[in-house]
């Protein structure tokens, strides 16, 4: 299967707790997106990447998060201090950087987070 | 800013019905927007896509959209629906490409009867 992967698929921790999901994204593309998806809402925006670049970031991503794609390959996102509001799926996107106008976003089944 | 509103929290439609779900965008340039699918335990799916030219856009599995900018609007259509449509409708909008964070709707969930 060579489209985009994440672990793991379902986190229950307790408040206070740190965690990390992994994303490994299509071999080759270079774009690399986190959105946080809550319960009837869409998808909202937190970090991408260029390569190993953090491009740009969401006033959701608060100094609790952080995110890192240190070789341009797999993306970690880490939340600190896990608090209930952080409850939601994590979604991971990528797409390549190529000559055309756009790239289409590939995502990822995401990781279900709940805080206990 | 960007925004989208989907303003269609949940629609039912009968298998074979016709469907049309609603969205509408704000954004100073052209946009770039796109209707996304999202099953149960599954990630999104992108079903069509609109940048520029005509403004009537194919998309995959049957459907079908149309931009109209004088009203901000970005509607998908199927002329016949499935059962297995049912599912979690995003539209979506980038700014000056593809190539940046996408601003979601809150989405539109369909349900199917029989």
């Known amino acids: 299967d060579t489209g985009v992967s994440q672990d793991p698929r379902h986190k229950i921790t307790k408040r206070g707790q740190n965690v990390t999901f992994r994303c490994d994204p299509i071999?080759?593309?270079?774009?690399l997106y986190w959105y946080r998806q809550t319960l009837g809402q869409g998808p909202e925006f937190l970090t991408y990447f260029q390569n190993e670049a953090q491009l740009e970031k969401s006033r959701l991503l608060s100094d609790r998060f952080s995110a890192e794609r240190p070789k341009g390959s797999f993306s970690t996102l880490e939340i600190q201090r896990t608090e209930q509001g952080d409850s939601a799926m994590y979604l991971c996107?990528?797409?390549?950087?190529?000559?055309?106008?756009?790239?289409?976003?590939?995502f990822g089944p995401g990781t279900r987070l709940t805080v206990l | 800013a960007q925004s989208v509103t989907q303003p269609d929290i949940h629609i039912t439609v009968s298998e074979g019905a016709s469907l049309e779900l609603r969205c509408n965008y704000s954004y100073g340039a052209t946009p770039y927007l796109f209707w996304y699918v999202q099953s149960p335990g599954q990630g999104l799916q992108l079903l069509l896509k609109?940048?520029?030219?005509?403004?009537l856009v194919q998309g995959i599995k049957g459907f079908e959209a149309e931009f109209k900018r004088s009203q901000s609007s970005f509607n998908l259509r199927k002329p016949s629906v499935h059962w297995s449509d049912a599912a979690e409708y995003f539209c979506?909008?980038?700014?000056?490409?593809?190539?940046?964070?996408?601003?979601f709707g809150k989405g539109t969930r369909l349900s199917v009867i029989a």
């Open positions: 979506a909008v980038g700014a000056y490409s593809g190539n940046t964070p996408l601003v």
């Open positions: 071999s080759e593309h270079n774009r």
């Open positions: 996107a990528s797409s390549s950087d190529g000559p055309s106008s756009y790239n289409e976003q590939f």
């Open positions: 609109y940048f520029s030219g005509d403004t």
